[in-house]
């Protein structure tokens, strides 16, 4: 926990389980795509919620193990994703990290700092699937990149309320700093 936390490590541990979770369950809100594409999905919005609101190592331990249980096992599609699984954890879990380390750097001025944090992550995680799929699926992978990045915008925008009404509601600007 090395960084300097105010609350105690079992809401620490509490707090991570159950991002991972709304992430995972987030994540499971998804349209199947044809190969390469995966599924289009809500959970990047609750990775954005969980790495803006509780930080790095919290952010990237639930966008990457929540989305990874997706991959693995999910109640629609059963295993049907499972081969992205390998990919997911890390690819998810760094852009978790990327957010939550990201989101208080520019600090005339958090909001903006937020937004490109969340741009920058979602830079990373787009060419990641692109490479990875690629692998995977060979030039048919290039789909990613034409879908990846208009749904990134909307994350984007539906996230930034959110974490605005979350913040009004709890009345603080970070739950873990």
Not at 1 to 20: C, D, Q
Request: with cysteine.
């Amino acid at each position: 926990m090395g960084e300097n936390l105010s609350i105690s490590r079992a809401r620490y541990v509490a707090y991570t389980s159950m991002l991972t979770a709304l992430v995972y369950v987030m994540t499971c809100i998804a349209i199947p795509m044809p190969k390469p594409l995966g599924v289009w999905h809500m959970g990047d919005v609750a990775s954005f919620v969980a790495s803006i609101l509780f930080g790095p190592k919290i952010g990237a331990f639930a966008c990457g193990v929540g989305a990874m249980l997706f991959d693995v096992w999910n109640p629609l599609y059963q295993s049907a994703f499972i081969q992205w699984a390998p990919a997911t954890i890390f690819i998810r879990g760094v852009m978790g990290f990327i957010i939550g380390y990201m989101r208080d750097k520019i600090t005339s001025n958090h909001r903006l700092s937020e937004v490109i944090s969340m741009a920058l992550s979602h830079v990373w995680k787009n060419f990641a699937y692109f490479f990875y799929d690629y692998m995977l699926f060979g030039p048919v992978a290039y789909l990613d990149l034409v879908t990846f990045f208009p749904l990134s915008v909307i994350d984007i925008i539906v996230s930034l309320p959110l974490i605005a009404g979350i913040r009004k509601a709890l009345k603080i600007e970070y739950v873990v700093r």
